[in-house]
């Protein structure tokens, strides 16, 4: 029997206001456990793919079903349920710079609590262990009362994993999350990602550029080129001539 996927796509369009289409035709299914790269050129619509599936972008037409439920309508608490399941990590890290890691970090616990006990820092101690515990799973322990803004970049994107893992989530996307590292904390951020897919079990989508990156790390490689899907293969049968003709222009 088929095992049933984690993220379904079925004839999914997306539409801009100023008439730009950011995905036409998807349809896509991403099994539990799968660590996905996506490749294509800048505006190729990898944004938009990734941002329908946590609901940051609505479809204009089609379905989007996570974990067996259809999420293109979603509000509210279910809304938030969604997103607690669904870590995102940015380019940009999306860090508070002027505060602590561990403040930070607890943050991805902000939908477990009524926003005036986020606001206020009131965190179980078990939360705070769980805290340490992520920055020690990415190998940052040691900076857990540093400044977020003290940090390199490939520190802060490593911050910005930790707190993903606080939401406990069954997903994650990462957005072009190596784009602004340098070669050796690139690699350090791709490892995490991967080290959480094999040891946790968390289904990973990784947009990249880097074609290198994407045959090392993927199980899988999906191509986009103008919002629509133009390649989806295992990495076994993935070539890199295949991803370079994903990047020519049409």
């Given at each position: ?7 379904e ?27 996905l ?20 972008h ?135 990602l ?9 289904t ?47």
């Amino acid at each position: 029997m088929e095992a049933k996927s984690i993220i379904e796509f079925k004839d999914v369009n997306k539409i801009y206001d100023n008439g730009t289409v950011g995905l036409k035709d998807i349809n896509l299914t991403v099994q539990p456990g799968e660590f996905l790269v996506v490749v294509g050129l800048s505006g190729a619509g990898k944004s938009t793919l990734m941002r329908t599936i946590n609901q940051m972008h609505r479809p204009s037409s089609g379905s989007v079903l996570v974990d067996g439920v259809e999420v293109t309508d979603l509000k509210g608490r279910a809304l938030r349920e969604l997103r607690r399941k669904v870590g995102m990590i940015f380019q940009n890290f999306n860090l508070v710079k002027r505060t602590t890691v561990e403040h930070n970090v607890l943050s991805g616990k902000i939908s477990y609590y009524p926003t005036w006990k986020s606001l206020l820092n009131l965190y179980t101690k078990a939360d705070k262990l769980q805290a340490a515990e992520a920055l020690d799973r990415v190998n940052l322990l040691e900076k857990l009362y540093m400044r977020a803004d003290q940090l390199s970049g490939g520190q802060q994107q490593r911050v910005a994993i930790a707190r993903t893992l606080m939401q406990d989530p069954k997903i994650i996307l990462a957005d072009e999350p190596i784009a602004s590292l340098d070669p050796l904390t690139t690699r350090a951020v791709m490892n995490d990602l991967k080290k959480l897919n094999q040891e946790d079990g968390i289904t990973v989508v990784v947009n990249l550029h880097s074609v290198p990156l994407a045959l090392e790390y993927a199980d899988r490689i999906v191509g986009m080129r103008a919002g629509q899907l133009v390649y989806d293969e295992p990495i076994n049968r993935v070539t890199e001539s295949d991803l370079n003709a994903i990047y020519q222009s049409v």
